[in-house]
């Protein structure tokens, strides 16, 4: 829902890649991390 926050949104690219926008920042586990061509990218 736009109107909540964290908000993110997902690029769909091609059959089986997406990414997401922002990253996801958890603030209870304290796991940061990208999701770029399907991929998890960890933030350090």
Known sequence: MRSQTPFW?????GANEFSVHPSVDSTTCGAHFWIKNSEVIWCD
């Open 9 to 13: 949104s997902v690029k769909v690219e």
